[in-house]
């Protein structure tokens, strides 16, 4: 096996052993907008869309008590 084709596997069994995967749908169209914003914003659609979910938990959390 070529270099490349293992570590391709080597990456995918890390990212399956500690990660967990969402999908999310928007209407045609949006995901360019999305992605557009959050490279502007945050370098990466991950990264933006884990921001957003940890600020509405913090701020529903600080309601909650």
Do not use: C, T, W
């Amino acid at each position: 096996m070529s270099d490349s084709k293992n570590m391709i596997q080597v990456i995918a069994k890390y990212n399956k052993e500690h990660y967990d995967r969402l999908e999310m749908k928007v209407p045609k169209g949006k995901k360019e907008k999305i992605v557009a914003y959050a490279k502007k914003h945050d370098g990466s659609l991950n990264k933006f869309l884990n921001r957003l979910v940890d600020e509405a938990m913090d701020k529903d959390e600080e309601k909650d008590n």
